[in-house]
């Protein structure tokens, strides 16, 4: 299946190339969400953590391939402004409700560039005495090292800003079904 953009979702914007196309991602994530499912058993209590809004449609399409009884909360941490680059601060607007203590927690992100928002939240997390905690990130750029580094990345990515599949360019673009450049 090859993906063909809709000018009339870009609004006026031009793509640089489709860097991941529908097919493609949704094999991947049907691969990741496989490796969740063998690597935890039901008395793990899995709770699935997604950083929004980035991860908003990994999440969805992630968690409905997972075969184990699980539970879904999200935080909110903004890092990047209306801008294109990092602006290295990290703002916590949404903290997960749910019990994080003697659960299995994996953290869904959709990107990893600078590390700058899972170095300060891994930490936040880890004080609440989870069993276990996993990163899980669509994407990682690896500009850094990162400690941990994420147990499962869906796709090494190019050094290039990134649009789609959950990923905007001030706040616009979440909605392509594909990953794109701009
Ligand atoms: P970090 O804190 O690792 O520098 O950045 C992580 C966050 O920056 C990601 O969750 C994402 O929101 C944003 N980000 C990093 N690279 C890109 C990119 O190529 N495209 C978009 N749209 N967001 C990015
Ligand atoms: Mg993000």
């Known amino acids: 299946m090859t993906t063909v953009p809709s000018p009339a979702q870009l609004g006026g914007r031009s793509l640089e190339r489709v860097v991941y196309a529908e097919e493609e991602i949704r094999r991947r994530v049907e691969a990741l969400a496989r490796e969740i499912t063998e690597a935890y058993g039901p008395e793990d209590e899995l709770l699935v953590v997604g950083l929004l809004k980035g991860s908003f449609i ?3 399409d992630l968690v409905r391939r997972i075969e184990l009884p699980l539970k879904v909360d999200f935080l909110v941490a903004a890092s990047y402004g209306a ?13 997960p409700e749910a019990r994080l203590t003697g659960r299995a927690v994996v953290v869904v992100e959709d990107i990893v560039d600078s590390g700058t928002t899972l170095n300060r939240i ?7 005495g989870p069993k276990s905690l996993e990163l899980c990130a669509l994407l990682h750029k690896r500009r850094v090292r990162l400690d941990p580094e994420p147990r499962w990345v869906g796709f090494e990515a190019p050094a290039e800003f990134l649009v789609g599949y959950g990923l905007d360019h001030r706040e616009e673009l979440r909605h392509l079904p594909y990953i794109a450049s701009l």
């Open 83 to 95: 801008g294109m680059v990092s602006s290295g601060e990290v703002r916590l607007l949404y903290d």
């Open 58 to 60: 990994f999440l969805a």
């Open 122 to 128: 891994l930490p936040l997390l880890a004080a609440r």
